[in-house]
Protein backbone atom coordinates (compact mmCIF):
# COMPACT_ATOMS: atom_id res chain seq x y z
CA UNK A 1 0.00 0.00 0.00
CA UNK A 2 1.81 3.16 -1.36
CA UNK A 3 0.31 5.33 1.16
CA UNK A 4 3.24 3.96 3.70
CA UNK A 5 5.78 6.16 1.83
CA UNK A 6 3.49 9.06 2.73
CA UNK A 7 5.33 10.67 5.52
CA UNK A 8 2.98 12.65 8.07
CA UNK A 9 4.11 14.77 11.70
CA UNK A 10 1.39 13.45 14.54
CA UNK A 11 2.59 13.70 17.94
CA UNK A 12 2.70 10.13 19.76
CA UNK A 13 0.53 9.20 22.21
CA UNK A 14 1.17 8.32 25.73
CA UNK A 15 -0.03 5.30 27.46
CA UNK A 16 -0.58 4.18 30.59
CA UNK A 17 -0.59 0.22 32.00
CA UNK A 18 -4.18 0.26 32.06
CA UNK A 19 -4.30 -0.31 28.20
CA UNK A 20 -3.70 -3.79 28.93
CA UNK A 21 -5.68 -4.54 32.44
CA UNK A 22 -9.16 -4.87 30.92
CA UNK A 23 -10.42 -7.65 28.65
CA UNK A 24 -6.94 -9.80 28.26
CA UNK A 25 -7.17 -13.02 30.17
CA UNK A 26 -3.97 -15.55 30.65
CA UNK A 27 -2.30 -15.95 27.27
CA UNK A 28 -0.78 -19.07 26.43
CA UNK A 29 2.90 -18.47 27.69
CA UNK A 30 1.96 -17.01 30.90
CA UNK A 31 2.16 -20.04 32.62
CA UNK A 32 4.94 -21.86 34.64
CA UNK A 33 6.92 -22.57 31.36
CA UNK A 34 9.65 -20.16 29.89
CA UNK A 35 9.66 -17.05 28.61
CA UNK A 36 8.70 -17.36 24.68
CA UNK A 37 9.75 -14.52 22.15
CA UNK A 38 7.04 -13.45 19.41
CA UNK A 39 8.40 -11.93 16.06
CA UNK A 40 5.89 -9.64 14.82
CA UNK A 41 6.40 -8.11 10.96
CA UNK A 42 4.99 -4.76 10.02
CA UNK A 43 5.92 -2.97 6.78
CA UNK A 44 7.16 0.47 8.43
CA UNK A 45 4.61 3.25 8.23
CA UNK A 46 5.49 6.88 7.43
CA UNK A 47 3.50 8.43 9.48
CA UNK A 48 5.73 9.86 12.44
CA UNK A 49 5.27 7.81 15.66
CA UNK A 50 4.16 4.81 14.12
CA UNK A 51 7.18 2.97 14.68
CA UNK A 52 6.88 4.18 18.64
CA UNK A 53 3.37 3.14 19.13
CA UNK A 54 3.78 -0.62 18.26
CA UNK A 55 6.59 -0.85 20.53
CA UNK A 56 4.95 0.65 22.72
CA UNK A 57 2.13 -1.95 22.11
CA UNK A 58 4.35 -4.80 22.57
CA UNK A 59 5.79 -3.55 26.13
CA UNK A 60 2.64 -2.98 27.80
CA UNK A 61 1.56 -6.44 26.01
CA UNK A 62 4.63 -7.96 27.84
CA UNK A 63 3.98 -5.83 31.66
CA UNK A 64 0.64 -7.47 31.32
CA UNK A 65 1.55 -10.82 30.16
CA UNK A 66 5.74 -11.05 31.82
CA UNK A 67 6.52 -14.76 29.67
CA UNK A 68 5.79 -13.49 26.76
CA UNK A 69 7.93 -11.21 24.42
CA UNK A 70 7.11 -9.38 21.45
CA UNK A 71 9.89 -8.43 18.91
CA UNK A 72 8.60 -6.03 16.55
CA UNK A 73 10.56 -6.06 13.31
CA UNK A 74 9.47 -3.17 11.13
CA UNK A 75 10.40 -3.41 7.68
CA UNK A 76 11.42 -0.84 5.05
CA UNK A 77 11.54 -0.61 1.48
CA UNK A 78 9.76 -4.19 -0.32
CA UNK A 79 7.83 -5.65 2.52
CA UNK A 80 5.99 -7.89 0.43
CA UNK A 81 9.37 -9.39 -1.30
CA UNK A 82 10.92 -9.71 2.19
CA UNK A 83 7.80 -11.25 4.23
CA UNK A 84 7.11 -13.86 0.74
CA UNK A 85 10.80 -14.96 1.58
CA UNK A 86 10.49 -15.21 5.24
CA UNK A 87 7.28 -17.08 4.46
CA UNK A 88 9.46 -19.50 2.79
CA UNK A 89 11.72 -19.80 5.22
CA UNK A 90 12.52 -22.63 8.25
CA UNK A 91 11.99 -19.45 10.90
CA UNK A 92 8.97 -16.92 9.69
CA UNK A 93 7.78 -14.43 11.13
CA UNK A 94 4.97 -15.33 14.24
CA UNK A 95 2.60 -12.09 13.15
CA UNK A 96 2.65 -10.27 10.45
CA UNK A 97 0.88 -7.55 8.43
CA UNK A 98 -0.72 -8.02 5.80
CA UNK A 99 -2.81 -6.15 2.97
CA UNK A 100 -4.74 -9.29 2.90
CA UNK A 101 -5.05 -13.00 3.13
CA UNK A 102 -4.01 -15.05 -0.45
CA UNK A 103 -5.25 -17.87 -1.94
CA UNK A 104 -1.77 -18.68 -2.92
CA UNK A 105 -0.94 -18.37 1.00
CA UNK A 106 -3.51 -20.23 1.99
CA UNK A 107 -2.58 -23.16 -0.57
CA UNK A 108 1.22 -22.90 1.05
CA UNK A 109 -0.32 -23.33 4.45
CA UNK A 110 1.68 -20.07 5.15
CA UNK A 111 -1.70 -18.84 7.29
CA UNK A 112 -3.03 -20.21 10.43
CA UNK A 113 -6.79 -20.24 10.69
CA UNK A 114 -8.16 -17.94 13.40
CA UNK A 115 -11.91 -19.07 13.15
CA UNK A 116 -11.64 -19.90 16.99
CA UNK A 117 -11.32 -15.71 17.53
CA UNK A 118 -14.34 -15.14 16.11
CA UNK A 119 -17.35 -15.45 18.24
CA UNK A 120 -20.72 -14.34 16.88
CA UNK A 121 -20.19 -11.55 19.14
CA UNK A 122 -16.62 -10.65 17.78
CA UNK A 123 -18.00 -11.19 14.36
CA UNK A 124 -20.97 -8.68 15.21
CA UNK A 125 -18.62 -5.66 15.84
CA UNK A 126 -16.23 -5.70 12.76
CA UNK A 127 -18.00 -4.45 9.16
CA UNK A 128 -19.49 -7.83 7.48
CA UNK A 129 -16.94 -6.58 4.54
CA UNK A 130 -13.78 -6.92 6.91
CA UNK A 131 -14.93 -10.75 7.95
CA UNK A 132 -15.62 -11.48 4.03
CA UNK A 133 -12.07 -9.87 3.22
CA UNK A 134 -9.76 -12.09 5.79
CA UNK A 135 -11.82 -15.22 4.47
CA UNK A 136 -11.07 -18.07 1.95
CA UNK A 137 -13.12 -21.16 1.68
CA UNK A 138 -15.34 -20.45 5.10
CA UNK A 139 -12.41 -20.32 7.19
CA UNK A 140 -11.06 -16.31 8.73
CA UNK A 141 -7.27 -15.92 8.90
CA UNK A 142 -6.91 -12.69 9.47
CA UNK A 143 -8.06 -9.54 11.74
CA UNK A 144 -8.14 -6.09 9.74
CA UNK A 145 -6.51 -3.67 12.35
CA UNK A 146 -6.38 -0.66 10.07
CA UNK A 147 -8.91 0.69 6.98
CA UNK A 148 -7.20 2.39 4.41
CA UNK A 149 -9.20 4.44 1.28
CA UNK A 150 -9.57 7.45 -0.92
CA UNK A 151 -11.77 10.22 -1.43
CA UNK A 152 -12.35 12.92 -3.96
CA UNK A 153 -11.04 16.21 -2.02
CA UNK A 154 -12.52 19.44 -3.39
CA UNK A 155 -12.40 23.09 -2.95
CA UNK A 156 -15.77 24.40 -2.41
CA UNK A 157 -15.22 27.86 -3.11
CA UNK A 158 -13.58 26.58 -6.23
CA UNK A 159 -16.01 24.79 -7.49
CA UNK A 160 -18.59 27.76 -6.27
CA UNK A 161 -16.62 30.09 -8.56
CA UNK A 162 -16.84 27.57 -11.37
CA UNK A 163 -20.65 27.43 -11.18
CA UNK A 164 -20.29 23.72 -10.86
CA UNK A 165 -21.76 21.30 -8.09
CA UNK A 166 -19.68 18.55 -6.37
CA UNK A 167 -20.19 15.97 -9.19
CA UNK A 168 -22.34 12.87 -8.00
CA UNK A 169 -21.91 11.17 -11.35
CA UNK A 170 -18.88 10.52 -13.66
CA UNK A 171 -20.48 12.74 -16.44
CA UNK A 172 -20.61 15.41 -13.46
CA UNK A 173 -17.38 14.71 -12.63
CA UNK A 174 -15.72 15.44 -16.46
CA UNK A 175 -18.25 18.77 -16.40
CA UNK A 176 -16.85 19.81 -12.93
CA UNK A 177 -12.83 19.24 -14.29
CA UNK A 178 -13.08 20.72 -17.37
CA UNK A 179 -14.78 24.08 -15.64
CA UNK A 180 -12.28 23.99 -13.29
CA UNK A 181 -9.14 23.78 -15.51
CA UNK A 182 -7.56 27.30 -16.07
CA UNK A 183 -4.01 27.86 -17.14
CA UNK A 184 -2.80 28.19 -13.48
CA UNK A 185 -4.62 24.73 -12.10
CA UNK A 186 -6.17 21.60 -13.51
CA UNK A 187 -9.26 20.02 -12.80
CA UNK A 188 -8.34 16.94 -11.40
CA UNK A 189 -5.67 14.87 -9.80
CA UNK A 190 -5.55 10.70 -10.33
CA UNK A 191 -2.01 9.96 -10.13
CA UNK A 192 0.68 10.65 -12.80
CA UNK A 193 -0.60 8.10 -14.39
CA UNK A 194 -3.89 9.97 -15.34
CA UNK A 195 -6.24 7.38 -14.00
CA UNK A 196 -4.88 4.04 -15.24
CA UNK A 197 -4.78 2.91 -10.94
CA UNK A 198 -7.74 4.74 -9.22
CA UNK A 199 -10.25 5.70 -12.08
CA UNK A 200 -9.72 1.72 -13.54
CA UNK A 201 -10.25 0.44 -10.18
CA UNK A 202 -13.96 2.03 -9.08
CA UNK A 203 -14.72 1.95 -12.98
CA UNK A 204 -16.68 -1.90 -12.93
CA UNK A 205 -18.25 -0.98 -8.86
CA UNK A 206 -19.89 3.06 -9.80
CA UNK A 207 -21.18 1.06 -13.45
CA UNK A 208 -22.90 -1.21 -11.40
CA UNK A 209 -21.02 -4.74 -12.31
CA UNK A 210 -17.94 -6.67 -10.46
CA UNK A 211 -14.87 -7.64 -10.82
CA UNK A 212 -15.74 -11.81 -10.40
CA UNK A 213 -19.66 -13.03 -9.72
CA UNK A 214 -20.21 -13.36 -6.23
CA UNK A 215 -19.46 -17.35 -6.61
CA UNK A 216 -16.44 -16.26 -7.54
CA UNK A 217 -16.68 -18.59 -10.81
CA UNK A 218 -17.00 -16.04 -13.52
CA UNK A 219 -16.15 -12.80 -14.78
CA UNK A 220 -18.73 -9.89 -13.96
CA UNK A 221 -17.25 -6.73 -15.75
CA UNK A 222 -18.44 -7.56 -19.59
CA UNK A 223 -21.41 -4.99 -19.45
CA UNK A 224 -23.13 -2.83 -21.58
CA UNK A 225 -23.36 -0.32 -18.78
CA UNK A 226 -19.40 -0.76 -18.10
CA UNK A 227 -18.47 0.02 -21.89
CA UNK A 228 -20.36 3.28 -21.36
CA UNK A 229 -18.08 4.07 -18.43
CA UNK A 230 -14.94 3.34 -20.15
CA UNK A 231 -15.98 5.50 -22.97
CA UNK A 232 -16.92 8.56 -20.50
CA UNK A 233 -13.73 7.63 -18.56
CA UNK A 234 -11.88 8.07 -22.48
CA UNK A 235 -13.43 11.45 -22.34
CA UNK A 236 -12.23 12.62 -18.98
CA UNK A 237 -8.89 11.02 -20.14
CA UNK A 238 -8.53 13.10 -22.81
CA UNK A 239 -10.10 16.27 -21.91
CA UNK A 240 -6.93 18.47 -20.94
CA UNK A 241 -7.85 18.74 -17.93
CA UNK A 242 -6.28 16.35 -15.71
CA UNK A 243 -2.76 16.75 -13.92
CA UNK A 244 0.20 15.33 -15.21
CA UNK A 245 3.39 15.48 -14.75
CA UNK A 246 2.99 16.25 -10.60
CA UNK A 247 6.04 16.40 -7.99
CA UNK A 248 4.10 14.43 -6.20
CA UNK A 249 2.07 11.13 -6.69
CA UNK A 250 -1.68 10.30 -5.56
CA UNK A 251 -1.76 9.03 -1.97
CA UNK A 252 0.12 12.70 -1.21
CA UNK A 253 -1.71 15.60 -1.05
CA UNK A 254 0.99 17.77 -2.44
CA UNK A 255 -0.34 18.41 -6.09
CA UNK A 256 -3.62 19.72 -3.96
CA UNK A 257 -2.45 21.42 -1.51
CA UNK A 258 -0.03 23.53 -3.85
CA UNK A 259 -2.83 24.21 -5.72
CA UNK A 260 -1.83 22.14 -8.73
CA UNK A 261 -5.61 20.77 -9.13
CA UNK A 262 -8.66 21.90 -8.02
CA UNK A 263 -9.70 18.36 -7.07
CA UNK A 264 -7.42 15.40 -6.03
CA UNK A 265 -8.23 11.54 -5.00
CA UNK A 266 -5.96 10.95 -2.04
CA UNK A 267 -6.42 9.35 1.35
CA UNK A 268 -8.38 10.13 4.11
CA UNK A 269 -4.88 9.97 5.77
CA UNK A 270 -4.24 13.27 4.24
CA UNK A 271 -7.13 15.08 5.65
CA UNK A 272 -4.97 16.97 8.61
CA UNK A 273 -2.33 18.15 5.80
CA UNK A 274 -5.27 19.26 3.43
CA UNK A 275 -7.40 20.53 6.69
CA UNK A 276 -4.48 22.47 7.55
CA UNK A 277 -4.03 24.50 4.37
CA UNK A 278 -7.63 25.17 3.69
CA UNK A 279 -9.60 24.70 7.32
CA UNK A 280 -13.26 24.15 6.09
CA UNK A 281 -13.38 24.94 2.38
CA UNK A 282 -12.84 21.32 1.79
CA UNK A 283 -15.49 18.48 1.34
CA UNK A 284 -15.25 14.69 0.52
CA UNK A 285 -17.20 12.46 -2.55
CA UNK A 286 -16.28 9.00 -3.07
CA UNK A 287 -15.73 8.08 -6.73
CA UNK A 288 -18.90 8.76 -8.45
CA UNK A 289 -21.60 6.53 -10.58
CA UNK A 290 -20.93 5.77 -13.84
CA UNK A 291 -24.14 4.95 -15.30
CA UNK A 292 -27.94 4.77 -14.00
CA UNK A 293 -28.14 1.34 -12.46
CA UNK A 294 -24.41 2.67 -10.90
CA UNK A 295 -23.74 3.62 -7.33
CA UNK A 296 -20.43 5.88 -6.03
CA UNK A 297 -17.55 3.68 -4.94
CA UNK A 298 -14.67 3.42 -2.53
CA UNK A 299 -11.83 1.12 -2.66
CA UNK A 300 -12.10 -1.03 0.37
CA UNK A 301 -8.40 -1.57 1.56
CA UNK A 302 -5.91 -1.95 4.91
CA UNK A 303 -3.82 -4.19 6.67
CA UNK A 304 -4.54 -7.16 8.52
CA UNK A 305 -2.60 -8.98 11.59
CA UNK A 306 -1.30 -12.93 9.87
CA UNK A 307 -0.59 -15.48 12.32
CA UNK A 308 1.64 -18.05 10.95
CA UNK A 309 0.64 -21.72 10.64
CA UNK A 310 4.68 -22.36 11.08
CA UNK A 311 5.14 -20.11 13.65
CA UNK A 312 6.34 -21.98 16.87
CA UNK A 313 4.41 -20.32 19.24
CA UNK A 314 0.94 -20.28 17.29
CA UNK A 315 -1.28 -20.09 20.19
CA UNK A 316 0.40 -17.31 21.86
CA UNK A 317 0.51 -15.33 18.49
CA UNK A 318 -3.37 -15.40 18.41
CA UNK A 319 -3.80 -14.69 21.61
CA UNK A 320 -1.40 -11.63 21.55
CA UNK A 321 -3.61 -10.52 17.82
CA UNK A 322 -6.71 -10.89 20.20
CA UNK A 323 -5.34 -9.03 22.77
CA UNK A 324 -4.50 -5.65 20.44
CA UNK A 325 -7.19 -5.90 17.75
CA UNK A 326 -10.27 -7.47 18.90
CA UNK A 327 -10.07 -6.41 22.87
CA UNK A 328 -8.24 -3.43 23.11
CA UNK A 329 -10.17 -0.20 22.02
CA UNK A 330 -7.71 2.11 23.43
CA UNK A 331 -4.67 0.31 21.08
CA UNK A 332 -7.11 0.37 17.80
CA UNK A 333 -8.40 3.96 18.45
CA UNK A 334 -4.72 5.33 18.82
CA UNK A 335 -3.95 3.37 15.79
CA UNK A 336 -6.18 4.58 13.36
CA UNK A 337 -6.60 8.30 14.60
CA UNK A 338 -3.63 9.04 16.33
CA UNK A 339 -1.20 9.07 13.48
CA UNK A 340 -3.39 10.25 10.53
CA UNK A 341 -6.97 9.67 9.78
CA UNK A 342 -8.11 5.87 8.95
CA UNK A 343 -11.03 4.42 9.95
CA UNK A 344 -10.74 1.64 12.67
CA UNK A 345 -12.59 -1.62 11.60
CA UNK A 346 -14.39 -2.19 14.83
CA UNK A 347 -17.96 -0.52 14.23
CA UNK A 348 -17.98 0.75 17.86
CA UNK A 349 -14.25 2.53 17.91
CA UNK A 350 -15.57 3.99 14.33
CA UNK A 351 -18.56 5.75 16.71
CA UNK A 352 -16.39 6.62 19.99
CA UNK A 353 -13.04 7.96 17.54
CA UNK A 354 -13.94 11.79 18.12
CA UNK A 355 -12.28 12.70 14.71
CA UNK A 356 -14.54 10.41 13.25
CA UNK A 357 -18.07 12.36 14.07
CA UNK A 358 -18.13 14.99 12.35
CA UNK A 359 -17.17 17.01 8.78
CA UNK A 360 -15.21 15.54 6.56
CA UNK A 361 -13.66 12.22 8.12
CA UNK A 362 -17.49 11.47 9.05
CA UNK A 363 -18.36 11.14 5.36
CA UNK A 364 -15.59 9.48 4.49
CA UNK A 365 -16.03 6.59 7.04
CA UNK A 366 -20.05 6.57 6.46
CA UNK A 367 -19.15 6.25 2.06
CA UNK A 368 -16.86 3.55 2.93
CA UNK A 369 -19.63 1.64 4.88
CA UNK A 370 -21.91 2.43 2.35
CA UNK A 371 -19.83 2.18 -0.80
CA UNK A 372 -16.76 -0.15 0.20
CA UNK A 373 -15.62 -2.56 -2.50
CA UNK A 374 -12.94 -4.45 -3.20
CA UNK A 375 -11.90 -6.98 -5.38
CA UNK A 376 -11.42 -10.47 -3.44
CA UNK A 377 -8.64 -13.01 -3.46
CA UNK A 378 -9.10 -15.03 -6.32
CA UNK A 379 -8.73 -11.88 -8.23
CA UNK A 380 -5.08 -12.56 -9.38
CA UNK A 381 -2.16 -10.68 -10.78
CA UNK A 382 -2.47 -12.64 -14.04
CA UNK A 383 -6.50 -11.22 -14.13
CA UNK A 384 -5.24 -7.31 -12.90
CA UNK A 385 -2.78 -7.72 -15.71
CA UNK A 386 -5.08 -8.29 -18.42
CA UNK A 387 -7.96 -6.30 -17.06
CA UNK A 388 -5.50 -3.09 -16.95
CA UNK A 389 -4.11 -3.82 -20.63
CA UNK A 390 -7.76 -3.75 -22.13
CA UNK A 391 -8.37 -0.12 -20.26
CA UNK A 392 -4.96 1.21 -20.96
CA UNK A 393 -5.91 0.11 -24.59
CA UNK A 394 -9.23 1.52 -24.81
CA UNK A 395 -8.92 4.94 -22.40
CA UNK A 396 -5.67 5.84 -23.52
CA UNK A 397 -5.37 4.22 -27.21
CA UNK A 398 -9.32 4.36 -28.16
CA UNK A 399 -9.16 0.71 -28.92
CA UNK A 400 -12.36 -0.87 -29.28
CA UNK A 401 -13.82 -1.69 -25.80
CA UNK A 402 -15.61 -5.02 -27.16
CA UNK A 403 -12.73 -6.46 -29.03
CA UNK A 404 -10.61 -5.57 -25.63
CA UNK A 405 -12.67 -6.48 -23.22
CA UNK A 406 -13.29 -10.10 -24.79
CA UNK A 407 -9.43 -10.57 -24.51
CA UNK A 408 -9.18 -9.58 -21.22
CA UNK A 409 -12.16 -11.93 -20.35
CA UNK A 410 -10.98 -15.02 -21.82
CA UNK A 411 -7.95 -14.85 -19.60
CA UNK A 412 -9.78 -14.10 -16.61
CA UNK A 413 -11.87 -17.30 -17.76
CA UNK A 414 -8.49 -19.08 -17.87
CA UNK A 415 -7.39 -18.24 -14.99
CA UNK A 416 -10.05 -19.19 -13.24
CA UNK A 417 -10.39 -22.88 -14.45
CA UNK A 418 -6.70 -23.12 -12.56
CA UNK A 419 -7.69 -22.65 -9.02
Given amino acids: ?26 AAGDGGGDTITLNHWYSAAGEAGTKEAVLHYAAEYTKAHPKVKINVVWIPGDYSTKLSAALLSQNPPDIFELGAPTIDGVKAGQYAQLDDLYTPEVKASFHPEDITYNSIEGHIYGVKDLEDFTVLYYRKSLLQKAGVQPPT ?13 TSKMKGLYLGNDLGNFQMALMLPWS ?18 EFVQALLKARTLYHSGSLLNGAPTEWYDPGAFINELCAMEFTGLWAYPAIKKAFGDDVDVLPWPASSRNGKPAIWWAGWSQIVSAKGKHIEASKAYVKSLWIEND ?24 DVLRSGPPAKAANY ?44 VKKELSKE
Wanted: proline share 4%; hydrophobic share 40%; glycine share 8%.
Fill in 1 to 26: MKRRDFLRVSSFTVFSGMLFLSGCGE
Fill in 169 to 181: TLDELITASKALT
Fill in 330 to 353: AVQKDWNTAYGFHVPPRLKIVQEA
Fill in 368 to 411: LATYGKFQGPYWNGAMGNAYTNAYTNIVQKNADPTTELARAVDI
Fill in 207 to 224: AGAAYLTEDNKDVAFQTP
